[in-house]
């Protein structure tokens, strides 16, 4: 497999098959392990982290549970294409622009997928469809149950696993949920779902992570703390605030029903329309257009479009996949014209239907 087979396929978090996908886009699991006998990465000279991309990589190529990853040597892929792997969110944005060798194994599904020499080490990652975060550490953890008979994770008996940033040292995970919230945007009540949220010592993220912002109303909610807490109980912990998430935009969705309809219904189909018809759309309209088109399907506003459909959109419009779609660099005016003509297409393709 190849980033060309890559861009032609659609990995399983974005199909829409998980419970409560309506409103939660993906789940994901990180755990982040360094190997015992090195230096921390940034602490690492090159020949160091061709040491540690070695051994993670013979790892992985004796534990049953890796026998489907595919490694890709980030220091010989481009700059797009690196930019594409992290709209996938197969690496993070720290990984895509650092300096060094460094790799990342995934498998066809995108369902798990490897970091090396990324800020710590490793960075095990399991992505899921919908709010799945229990199944997604089951898968996670029996990769790292694997991988630890083979390598020698750093770990303190009283602190835990050991990590570069001080707020992943203990079991080294961090959940999180990617949410589509448009009602709670929208009746102006996310910045008290906000605040709720970090009372918690919970952490809002924009669409790609750390210092990334919020397109199509999409937020990624996620643990900061992992000491002194099991696995157990951070999955338990950011399940029922996700839950009580959900229930506030529900509940906003249809009280902004209720009070006003036509202007719901208004934002809904013109948001379609354009998308329809559109000739030229910046990512940040075409996003915010994709996300009201969501929400008008979700609530029986809009024909039943299939969600999966949707999400798909959402991922091959962003600005490194229109330009690996069409094998080279676009300027602004041109990705904007290039993307509004593939929603036309993709929007004619499933009518077709």
Known sequence: MDLHQLFGSSGEWLSAAGPRSDMVVSSRIRLARNLAEHRFSSQMDEEEMDEVLREVRDALNTVPSAENLLWFDLESLSALERHLLLERHLISREQESADGPRAVAFDENERISVMVN???????????????????????????????????????????????????????????????????????????????????????????????????????ISNQITIGRTEEDLICDLEAMIESILTYEERARERMYENERLRVEDRVWRAFSVLRHARVLSSEEAMKHLSQTRLGVCMGILPQIPMADLNRIFALIQPAHLQHREGRDLSSNERDEIRARLIRDHFRQIDAL
């Open 118 to 220: 990324e800020e710590d080490h490793l960075r095990l990652q399991s992505l899921r469809s919908g709010l799945q975060l229990q199944q997604a550490y089951d898968e996670l953890d029996k990769l790292d149950n694997d991988l630890s008979t083979t390598l020698d994770f750093a770990y303190d008996s009283e602190l835990g696993y050991l990590t570069a940033c001080p707020t992943n040292v203990g079991t080294g995970l961090r959940v999180s949920v990617m949410l589509h919230l448009p009602a709670l945007v929208m009746t102006r009540h996310i910045e008290k779902a906000f605040r709720a949220i970090h009372d918690l010592r919970l952490a809002v993220r924009g669409l790609y992570g750390e210092g990334t912002e919020a397109f199509g109303e999409l937020y990624q």
